[in-house]
């Protein structure tokens, strides 16, 4: 089935670092998502995407949507340490019924 | 809070048996979403129903089941129970099928098989 590559897998930064983690997928997307998800809860929608080479912010937070349409970006910039979690991205792609295939997630660790 | 509630919040049960997990979705909401998360693991789409209709179905073991009933809650069956069943078991709501960027996620159910 589809598969989205998400990475990298794991990050451990130092505080006031910029992040930076992507998707990549062999099928053209309509859709991208990135969402985090805090130790013990659900995941929460960070981004939504639409467009290819769509940029779209949530505070210290932009999105892209690539323009090949198989891939998309998130950059966390001067990242503090609340921004710990897993990053999962989520994609819809064409004739996928509606369904969404999510990535593995990126785990970020913030080191003091 | 996301508005969907799952219960219970843990359960742990031994090998071979039966449990249901119960979600309800945010007000509004006709899409459920049921997801499985293993220990430090992406998450795994089991099955979506869309106003008590199945919608889609992932990789939902058979011994496995779903139903969404005409008020809209929506129970996951795990029967069977083997130990790598241990996992966090999530369901999301959305305001229908076709809009994925409305989908909101429950606390989740930290199922322990032992």
């Known amino acids: 089935g589809q598969q989205l590559n998400q990475s990298p897998q794991s990050m451990f930064i130092q505080e006031g670092e910029d992040v930076s983690m992507n998707c990549t997928s062999s099928s053209i997307f309509n859709t991208w998502l990135w969402y985090k998800q805090d130790p013990g809860e659900g995941p929460v929608l960070l981004i939504a995407?639409?467009?290819a080479g769509e940029l779209t912010s949530n505070g210290r937070l932009t999105a892209q949507f690539g323009i090949t349409r198989k891939d998309s970006f998130l950059n966390i910039s001067a990242s503090i340490p609340s921004d710990v979690g897993i990053y999962f991205c989520?994609?819809?792609?064409?004739?996928?019924?509606?369904?969404?295939?999510w990535g593995a997630g990126t785990k970020l660790i913030i080191k003091p | 809070d996301s508005g969907v509630t799952q219960t219970p919040k843990h359960l742990i049960t031994a090998t071979g048996q039966r449990v249901t997990l119960r979600c309800s979705p945010r007000?509004?909401?006709?899409?459920v979403y049921w997801y499985q998360q293993s220990l430090d693991q992406g998450l795994q789409f089991l099955i979506q129903y869309y106003n008590g209709e199945e919608r889609a179905k992932g990789n939902i073991l058979e011994r496995f089941s779903a139903q969404q009933f005409p008020d809209l809650h929506s129970e996951l069956n795990l029967s069977s129970l083997e130990l790598g069943d241990s996992a966090l078991y999530f369901c999301?709501?959305?305001?229908?099928?076709?809009?994925?960027?409305?989908?909101?996620f429950g606390e989740g159910s930290w199922l322990t098989v032992v």
């Open positions: 995407l639409y467009k």
């Open positions: 999301a709501s959305s305001v229908d099928h076709a809009r994925v960027d409305t989908i909101y």
């Open positions: 007000s509004g909401d006709l899409s």
């Open positions: 989520a994609g819809q792609f064409r004739d996928s019924n509606y369904q969404l295939i």
